[in-house]
């Protein structure tokens, strides 16, 4: 079942993307296999049906590249 707590650290960490330390808060663009992974995870929580996949790449992207402050 996937998560769904609102939090995209929780959730990249949990899909194995690595977190920034604490002290380093570099931001570095996502390479396209980590949104790759990101949008197919989110098509798989819908069953694999329905949506768009071009929505489900944006949102994989905004989700990498956004962090909570």
Known sequence: MPHFCG???SLRTRLGFAEPDAGNREWRRPTHEEVARLAYSFWE???GQGGSPWEDWFRAERALTSYDS
């Open 7 to 9: 939090s995209m650290h």
């Open 45 to 47: 929580a819908r069953g």
